[in-house]
């Protein structure tokens, strides 16, 4: 069965700095791995995936994120913290086996960002 | 184009009660998704509905079910109520293409109480 974990259930950070958020993975196979957002009282809105193609995936707002199969971890980061970057932040995992897979997404128990002015 | 629309946004019902809750999923896509978010449990994936065949369920007792419509739309009810049913009901649309993982769009949720 495939996992996630995220280290650190809250994040602060000043505006300006770096977030990094880590993101590692549990699974027999390269999965497809996700970035997702989420803002007080919405949905998810995606920031970045990873699906076999480059190992660095550059999403919105500035985020990007690193495919690191030897440390099996996907984390997630932006040069310069915006306040607006305040939100909880998850990381997914869906299999790598399109029939079986659909649209099943794994999460991780997401990380809050506090943005510091 | 129009997003996920999920209805109601808001929903309380008391334990032993039943619900419904509907997800009008963006046009042209066929696969729905149902997650269930909980302070507790986090994110947690329910089942998944691909032209109107369940194609992927998760460890949710049976008085969780769902359903598809021809048109795409998805419906989920919970039956007998629990206070632990409480929660952020998420969906998901996506084209769900069997060729290749599509990206999923959610809603807004639903945030059902039960009292």
């Known amino acids: 069965a495939q996992s996630v974990t995220q280290l650190g259930s809250h994040v602060s950070v000043s505006e300006g700095a770096l977030v990094l958020l880590r993101c590692n993975y549990s699974?027999?196979?390269?999965?497809?791995l996700f970035w997702y957002v989420q803002y007080p009282n919405q949905g998810l809105q995606l920031l970045l995936k990873?699906?076999?193609?480059?190992?660095l995936v550059k999403g919105i707002n500035g985020f990007e994120a690193e495919f690191k199969k030897s440390e099996t971890s996907f984390h997630l980061t932006k040069p310069s913290a915006h306040m607006s970057d305040a939100a909880e932040y998850f990381c997914a995992v869906s299999p790598n086996m399109i029939k079986a897979a659909g649209n099943k997404l794994t999460f991780g128990g997401g990380t809050r960002v506090l943005v510091k002015p | 184009k129009a997003g996920v629309t999920q209805t109601p946004r808001y929903l309380i019902k008391t334990r032993g009660q039943q619900v419904t809750l509907s997800c009008s999923p963006i046009s042209g896509h066929r696969s729905v998704s149902w997650y269930q978010q909980t302070p507790g449990q986090g994110l947690q994936f329910l089942f998944e509905y691909f032209s109107e065949t369940q194609r992927n369920k998760g460890n949710f007792p049976g008085r969780f079910s769902g359903r598809q419509f021809s048109n795409s739309r998805s419906e989920m009810n919970v039956s007998t109520l629990e206070l632990g049913d409480s929660a952020l009901y998420l969906c998901a649309s996506s084209l769900g293409d069997e060729a290749r993982i599509t990206e999923a769009f959610f809603g807004q949720g639903t945030r059902l109480t039960v009292v």
């Open positions: 699974s027999s196979v390269p999965p497809y």
């Open positions: 990873y699906t076999s193609a480059a190992t």
